[in-house]
C-alpha cells in the first residue's frame, strides 16, 4: 500500500460469485511496478453472493479494495457506479481498466496494459480476449465470429468495441458526458460499443496491446446452435440501435439495405466453403437483427429474471 495508486481494475458483476472468484484471483495475482486498486460492483442487491465472496477474498488482499452494490439492475449502471466508485475513491490514478466477472487476467496483464497507455501517450487501450470452451466444441463453432478477437501486433485502432479488457485514461471520463456508459443499452448490450464510438468521434486516440490477454470462459449454454443465432441477431440490433444514435433515420436504413445485401451473399460464400450452418448464418442474422431493431422489437438478454443469469459467452 506504500506505492502511489496509478491504475484501478473495476470488475462488474451479476449472480456469478465462483467465476467471479477466478477473475478477482487473477488481477490479485498481477505483478507490477506501480501500485493499483480492484473496484467489485455487484448488481444483484437482493442476493449480493458476489459481494460476499469479494469481501473474503479482499480481507487479506494487501493492497487497496472496494466492493460496492448497485441496486439498479442493468449492465451499464454496474459499469457506470465501478468506473464512478474508482474514480472518486482514488483520484491519484490515472488508468481505469474493466475485465468482467466471466474472465481471467494472464500474468502481465495489468502491466502491459498501463505500459501500453504510458509509451503510446494512448486514451484508450484493449487486449485480447481468448475463449475457453467449457465442453468441446467443433473447430466450425471455434471459429464463430462471435468467438474472434482482434489479432496481430500491438498497434493503433479506430476504436474498440468491448470493455472487456480495457484500459480507460481519467481524462477521457473528465471529458465525456455523464454518466459515460448509456444506461439506454442497460439490457441489450453494446453500451461500451456506444462508449467506445463517441470516444472515437471525439478525437481520443485507441491502441490494442497484443502482450494484454484474458482468456473469457464459455458455458456449455453459450455454444448451443439457438444461443449463437440469438446472439449474431442481438449483435445487429447493436449495430443498428448504435448507427441510429449517431446517424440519421435515412443513413441508418441504408446501412440496414447495404447490410442485408451483403449479408445473405457472405453467408452463401461462408456455406459453399464447408463452413458449419451456425457459423456460415451469422453475416445474414446479424443483417436481420438490424432490421429487427429498426422495427422497434430488441432483445433484453441483460434484464434479471426469476432465475440467475447463465455465464455469458
Known amino acids: 500500500m506504500s506505492r502511489a495508486i496509478e491504475a484501478v481494475v473495476c470488475i462488474p458483476t451479476f449472480r456469478r460469485p465462483d467465476w467471479l472468484a477466478r477473475t478477482i484471483g487473477s488481477v490479485l495475482a498481477q505483478k507490477t511496478d506501480f501500485g493499483f486498486a480492484v473496484v467489485v460492483v455487484d448488481n444483484d442487491a437482493g442476493g449480493q453472493e458476489g459481494a460476499s465472496r469479494t469481501r473474503a477474498m479482499f480481507a487479506d488482499a494487501g493492497i487497496e479494495t472496494r466492493v460496492v452494490v448497485e441496486s439498479a439492475q442493468g449492465n451499464c449502471h454496474a459499469i457506470n457506479r465501478a468506473f464512478g466508485t474508482a474514480l472518486s475513491e482514488f ?17 502481465g496483464w495489468l502491466q502491459a496494459m498501463v505500459d501500453t497507455a504510458l509509451r503510446e501517450k494512448a486514451d484508450i487501450v484493449g487486449g485480447p480476449v481468448i475463449r475457453q470452451f467449457d465442453v468441446p466444441v467443433p473447430e466450425s463453432l471455434a471459429q464463430h465470429q462471435l468467438f474472434v478477437s482482434i489479432e496481430g501486433e500491438t498497434r493503433a485502432l479506430d476504436q474498440i468495441h468491448g470493455s472487456g479488457n480495457c484500459l480507460i485514461g481519467r481524462h477521457v471520463f473528465e471529458a465525456m ?18 462508449f467506445f464510438t463517441r470516444c472515437k468521434q471525439a478525437g481520443f486516440t485507441t491502441w490494442w496491446c497484443a502482450e494484454a490477454v484474458v482468456h473469457e470462459f464459455v458455458a456449455a449454454e453459450r455454444v448451443t446452435a439457438k444461443f449463437l443465432m440469438q446472439r449474431s441477431i442481438r449483435t445487429g440490433s447493436i449495430n443498428y440501435v448504435v448507427d441510429r444514435t ?25 456455406l459453399l466453403k464447408g463452413g458449419s450452418v451456425v457459423s456460415a448464418s451469422h453475416p445474414l442474422l446479424v443483417s436481420v437483427g438490424r432490421v429487427v431493431a429498426s422495427l ?11 432465475k440467475p443469469r447463465p455465464p455469458r459467452g
Open 91 to 107: 483520484p491519484e490514478a490515472r488508468h481505469f481498466l474493466m475485465i468482467d466477472d466471466d474472465e481471467m487476467a494472464l500474468p
Open 296 to 306: 422497434g422489437f430488441l432483445p433484453q438478454p441483460y434484464k434479471a429474471g426469476a
Open 246 to 270: 449517431h446517424l440519421s433515420a435515412p443513413a441508418a436504413w441504408a446501412k440496414n439495405g447495404v447490410s442485408l445485401m451483403f449479408g445473405v451473399g457472405r453467408s452463401l460464400g461462408l
Open 177 to 194: 458526458p455523464k454518466p459515460p456508459f448509456d444506461v439506454r443499452y442497460n439490457f441489450l448490450g453494446g453500451g461500451d460499443m456506444d
